[in-house]
């Protein structure tokens, strides 16, 4: 990540007037003896860093082998509740914010300031697209029986509803809720008996992944900050964007893995 | 003098004054538009594969009356999503383009996972195995303590919450509307087809509670001085089990 540094942070008398894009005013940090070695060293240091993200996920990974292993109906009988159409939608969403991620990089590494931009909201538009659906057609019915209502799946459960809310934006649906990891699950209609266990996993492995989407989407609005305030970024200087770009793809990555292991087993 | 030291003031570089940096020097690469955009394409081909793939095995099973082996669709599904992820890294995330250190700490990462896995496999597989030994010292385990939801004072219930909840709604609602709302929330659209049911010819596991299973007491403890003959463990707990072993007893003597 760009060392905070008086010298080369480039917020200083030029943000009032200066001509000069932020880009071709930044100077490495002294300790270094080019820009090329300081650039390796702060991937090299994001690498590392990603590592010990895949570690963080490894565990669930291997938490999720475990309990499948034991318990395989009740994931079976658990991934079922879940939709794959959401799934395969949010993934289709987190790859083309892939996407244009890395078309921003490249935007921004030929000094195409505007397209560079463009593509940077349109990363951070699909991250807020996927945590959209997952809260309100996932998360939300699930832990609480509510949908919006225009839920595509709330027709079938139209003999259910039992009452809405926000002047009908939101329907209950009786006996639908209570889905929840652990403890706190209250569903009637389990069949399985280790289903809590199922929705412990899913919600660890969604959460975390979606936390992760928050932190990137975070990460994207400060690059998109700097470079509509002072062009930050340009052909010799990129290192935020590049990283904050691995980091996205990290997210990306992670969720390869988990729409399959999630959705798509039977 | 040709050591680094004695660069000429023509070629002096301020910012590498020992001439060191040139070792390091290489271009920054600038992946092409077209090969992202066909790796977002070949990215998103495979997640219809990955989707197709998990429909045809439903199919199949569905179809063709025949139970695929639980394998199948996880290798099928992993090999697809390491494929999709060994693009991304190389493509997307530039691990093709940029310094092999970087390689090198996501390889050593991954092995690190690689173990992590392979010896909770090994445990996981072997948990089933018990030396003969020490057979007689296994007990029947428990699930004492569980309660009901999450607050500290929700009452225990020392049963699966599973059961627990479904027994509070039926109690609430009655059998029959309980079963009028499970008809129609356990058949959600979303559910992956259609679920097979065991034929003549075929018998598919069928996943649920098994009946009694939660009801179980813990035996007493083996006694290995108890005369000859006594009831197994679990016989009198375990009614299913209970005929098959009254034969072996006698047969023992």
Same mark, same amino acid.
């Given at each position: 990540m760009?060392?905070?540094?008086?010298?080369s942070?480039?917020?200083?008398a030029?943000?009032?007037?200066?001509?000069?894009?932020?880009?071709?005013r930044?100077?490495p940090?002294?300790?270094?003896?080019?820009?090329?070695?300081?650039?390796?060293a702060?991937?090299?240091?994001?690498?590392? /860093?990603?590592a010990?993200?895949?570690?963080?996920?490894?565990?669930?990974?291997?938490g999720?082998?475990?309990?499948?292993?034991?318990f395989?109906?009740? /994931?079976t009988?658990?991934?079922?509740?879940?939709?794959?159409?959401?799934?395969?939608l949010?993934?289709?969403?987190?790859?083309l914010s892939?996407?244009?991620?890395?078309a921003?990089?490249? !935007?921004f590494?030929?000094?195409?300031q505007?397209q560079g931009?463009?593509?940077?909201s !349109?990363? /951070?538009i699909?991250?807020?697209v /996927?945590?959209l659906i997952?809260?309100?057609?996932?998360?939300?019915?699930?832990?609480?029986?509510?949908?919006? !209502?225009?839920?595509?799946a709330?027709?079938?459960?139209?003999?259910?509803?039992?009452?809405?809310?926000?002047?009908?934006?939101?329907?209950?649906?009786?006996g639908?809720?209570?889905?929840?990891?652990g403890q706190f699950f209250?569903?009637?209609?389990?069949?399985?008996?280790?289903?809590p266990?199922?929705?412990?996993i899913?919600y660890?492995?969604?959460?975390i992944h979606?936390?992760?989407?928050?932190?990137?989407?975070?990460?994207i !609005?400060?690059?998109?900050?700097?470079?509509?305030?002072?062009k930050?970024?340009?052909?010799?200087h990129?290192?935020?964007?590049e990283?904050?770009?691995l980091?996205?793809?990290?997210?990306?990555?992670?969720?390869?893995?988990?729409f399959?292991?999630?959705?798509?087993?039977? | 003098?040709?050591?680094?030291h004695?660069?000429?003031?023509?070629?002096f570089?301020?910012l590498?004054p020992?001439?060191?940096?040139?070792?390091?020097k290489?271009?920054h690469?600038?992946?092409?538009?077209?090969?992202l955009?066909s790796?977002?394409?070949?990215?998103?081909g495979?997640?219809?594969?990955t989707?197709?793939?998990?429909?045809?095995?439903?199919?199949?099973?569905a179809?063709?009356?025949?139970?695929?082996?639980?394998?199948?669709?996880?290798?099928v599904?992993?090999?697809i999503?390491t494929v999709k992820a060994?693009?991304?890294?190389?493509?997307?995330?530039?691990?093709?383009?940029?310094?092999?250190?970087?390689?090198?700490?996501?390889?050593?990462?991954?092995?690190?996972?690689a173990?992590?896995?392979?010896?909770?496999m090994?445990?996981?597989?072997?948990?089933?195995?018990?030396?003969?030994?020490?057979?007689?010292q296994?007990?029947?385990?428990?699930?004492?303590?569980i309660?009901?939801g999450w607050r500290?004072d929700?009452?225990i219930i020392?049963?699966?919450?599973?059961?627990?909840w479904?027994?509070?709604k039926?109690a609430?609602?009655?059998i029959?509307?309980?079963?009028?709302?499970?008809?129609?929330?356990?058949?959600?659209?979303e559910g992956?087809?259609?679920?097979?049911?065991?034929?003549?010819?075929?018998s598919?596991?069928?996943?649920?509670?098994?009946?009694?299973?939660f009801?179980?007491v813990?035996?007493?403890?083996?006694?290995?001085?108890?005369?000859?003959g006594?009831?197994?463990?679990?016989a009198?707990?375990?009614?299913?089990?209970?005929p098959a072993?009254?034969?072996?007893t006698?047969?023992?003597?």
């Open positions: 760009t060392t905070l540094d008086t010298r942070n480039p917020l200083g030029d943000v009032q007037g200066g001509a000069t894009p932020g880009w071709k930044y100077i940090g002294h300790h270094w003896r080019t820009a090329d070695e300081e650039f390796d702060c991937t090299l240091g994001f690498w590392l /860093f990603l010990t993200e895949v570690l963080l996920f490894a565990g669930l990974f291997v999720y082998t475990i309990m499948r292993f034991k395989p109906d009740a /994931f009988n658990g991934s079922s509740y879940l939709d794959w159409r959401w799934g395969t949010n993934t289709v969403v987190l790859l892939s996407y244009t991620m890395a921003s990089i490249r !935007a590494q030929l000094d195409r505007k931009k463009i593509l940077l !349109a990363t /951070f699909f991250g807020l /996927f945590l997952k809260f309100t057609f996932e998360y939300t019915p699930k832990l609480s029986g509510w949908f919006i !209502a225009f839920d595509p709330l027709p079938h459960y139209a003999s259910l509803i039992d009452g809405q809310a926000l002047g009908g934006l939101f329907k209950h649906v009786e639908y809720g209570g889905k929840a990891p209250s569903y009637a209609f389990s069949e399985d008996p280790w289903e266990l199922w929705w412990s899913y660890c492995a969604t959460g979606a936390l992760h989407v928050i932190i990137g989407m975070t990460l !609005a400060w690059c998109f900050r700097r470079a509509v305030l002072y930050a970024y340009g052909p010799s990129y290192t935020m964007v990283n904050t770009g980091y996205w793809h990290l997210v990306d990555l992670i969720w390869i893995f988990l399959p292991l999630l959705y798509l087993i039977h | 003098m040709s050591t680094p004695a660069a000429s003031p023509e070629v570089n301020e590498d020992h001439g060191m940096g040139a070792a390091t290489h271009s690469h600038i992946v092409s538009g077209m090969t955009i790796i977002l394409m070949i990215l998103l495979f997640t219809a594969v989707v197709g793939a998990a429909q045809m095995e439903k199919w199949i099973e179809s063709l009356h025949y139970e695929l082996p639980r394998w199948v669709n996880v290798i599904a992993m090999s999503a060994t693009l991304v890294l190389m493509f997307f995330m530039l691990l093709r383009f940029s310094n092999p250190i970087n390689t090198v700490v996501f390889l050593f990462c991954l092995l690190a996972f173990l992590f896995l392979f010896f909770t090994l445990d996981l597989g072997t948990r089933g195995m018990i030396n003969p030994i020490k057979a007689h296994v007990e029947a385990g428990g699930i004492g303590g309660r009901a500290a929700a009452p020392n049963q699966a919450p599973v059961v627990f479904r027994d509070r039926i609430a609602v009655g029959e509307r309980y079963n009028e709302l499970k008809n129609i929330l356990s058949h959600p659209h992956h087809g259609t679920t097979p049911v065991s034929s003549g010819n075929m598919i596991n069928r996943p649920g509670i098994t009946a009694g299973l009801n179980a813990a035996p007493a403890p083996h006694d290995d001085h108890a005369p000859h006594a009831a197994p463990h679990g009198a707990a375990d009614p299913a089990h209970a072993a009254a034969p072996a006698p047969a023992k003597h």
